[in-house]
């Protein structure tokens, strides 16, 4: 099964939440374990045993795992594995993004069924242009996998590359932005294809406004829910139209509720029904 259909098999088994394992230092604090390998390895399996085949989407942020090191890496390859085929479909945040050869081992790292750190699907940025990103789509595809491709993020900073216009051939501004661009291509990518295609955008819950078309026949990835102040009603407000694609993702919000697995689980379905039920 393609990406797009296992995520909305997922999607209709669990609900739309995504949810982060974030091992922040001040996580590890709160949860009483040490700043080091082993709060984090613990960290990482009780998230596991919390979400694995209870929600849809888990998302492993792969920098705190990679500021302990090799071995800080080694706990994040187990906790990938750890959740793979389990009903839950892992979104490894690693927001890679580069060209040529390179582009194609970061593909071939994250996203080849038989490598070590394989997941159901990565972030990826395109800000070295959306053709580099074309090693990333050619290696899901054989392996259906999935790409998420920031779009409109939510962090102050996003809007002066985001919202910029795009050059028109003569150098000049098209009218289209950045992101418009993104989504536009994207949705060229996922023509076509049922139940949705494989190919999604980054739309973070907290942007205010959603200006653009959204309608990309894809999945949507929709951080800042919970602690970053997105809210339900928002990604209702922004996403009406595309409401069925929306993958909505926390992180402290849910996490906070640690270090008891049961109330990990509490927490992470009284997410899914405030976005379902509501």
Same mark, same amino acid.
């Given at each position: 099964?393609?990406?797009?259909?296992? +995520?909305?098999?997922?999607?209709?088994?669990? @609900?739309?939440?995504?949810?982060?394992?974030?091992? &922040?230092? /001040?996580?590890?604090?709160?949860?009483?374990?040490?700043? /080091?390998?082993?709060?984090?390895?613990?960290?990482? /399996?009780?998230?596991?045993? +919390?979400?694995?085949?209870?929600?849809?989407?888990?998302?492993?942020?792969?920098?705190?795992? %990679?500021?302990?090191? #090799?071995?800080?890496?080694?706990?994040?390859?187990?906790?990938?594995? !750890?959740?793979?085929?389990?009903?839950?479909?892992?979104?490894?945040?690693?927001?890679?993004?580069?060209?040529?050869?390179?582009?194609?081992?970061?593909?071939?790292?994250?996203?080849?069924?038989?490598?070590?750190?394989?997941? !159901?699907?990565?972030?990826?940025?395109?800000?070295?242009?959306?053709?580099?990103?074309?090693?990333?789509?050619?290696?899901? %595809?054989?392996?259906? #996998?999935?790409?998420?491709?920031?779009?409109?993020?939510?962090?102050? %900073? @996003?809007?002066?590359?985001? &919202?910029?216009?795009?050059?028109?051939? #003569?150098?000049?501004?098209?009218? %289209?932005?950045?992101? $418009?661009?993104?989504?536009?291509?994207?949705?060229?990518?996922?023509?076509?294809?049922?139940?949705?295609?494989?190919?999604?955008? =980054? =739309? @973070?819950?907290?942007?205010?406004?959603?200006?653009?078309?959204?309608?990309?026949?894809?999945?949507?990835? =929709?951080?800042?829910? $919970?602690?970053?102040?997105?809210?339900?009603?928002?990604?209702?407000?922004?996403?009406?139209?595309?409401?069925?694609?929306?993958?909505?993702?926390? /992180?402290?919000? =849910?996490? +906070?509720?640690?270090?008891?697995?049961?109330?990990?689980?509490?927490? +992470?379905?009284?997410?899914?029904?405030?976005?379902? @039920?509501?």
């Amino acid at each position: 099964m393609s990406f797009g259909s296992r +995520a909305r098999v997922a999607m209709q088994a669990y @609900g739309p939440a995504c949810v982060g394992i974030d091992p &922040h230092p /001040s996580l590890l604090e709160q949860w009483g374990l040490p700043d /080091s390998v082993e709060g984090l390895d613990h960290f990482a /399996s009780t998230c596991v045993e +919390a979400f694995a085949g209870r929600v849809a989407f888990v998302k492993p942020q792969s920098a705190f795992f %990679e500021r302990f090191g #090799a071995r800080g890496v080694v706990v994040l390859e187990r906790t990938i594995e !750890d959740l793979r085929h389990t009903g839950s479909l892992v979104v490894l945040d690693v927001k890679r993004g580069d060209i040529g050869s390179t582009a194609q081992a970061y593909a071939d790292a994250y996203l080849d069924d038989d490598a070590p750190m394989a997941a !159901d699907a990565i972030t990826v940025s395109p800000y070295l242009g959306f053709g580099s990103l074309a090693p990333f789509f050619e290696v899901a %595809e054989k392996n259906d #996998a999935g790409v998420f491709v920031l779009a409109l993020t939510s962090n102050p %900073e @996003g809007p002066e590359v985001q &919202h910029a216009l795009r050059p028109d051939t #003569a150098g000049g501004a098209s009218g %289209e932005t950045v992101a $418009g661009g993104i989504l536009r291509q994207l949705a060229e990518l996922n023509a076509g294809a049922t139940p949705m295609g494989a190919y999604g955008a =980054v =739309v @973070g819950a907290t942007i205010g406004e959603a200006d653009e078309d959204l309608a990309i026949n894809g999945p949507l990835l =929709v951080p800042g829910l $919970g602690a970053q102040g997105g809210t339900p009603d928002d990604i209702r407000r922004l996403f009406g139209g595309v409401l069925d694609n929306v993958i909505a993702s926390t /992180s402290r919000g =849910v996490l +906070a509720a640690g270090p008891d697995v049961q109330a990990l689980r509490d927490s +992470a379905a009284r997410v899914n029904a405030d976005l379902v @039920g509501s």
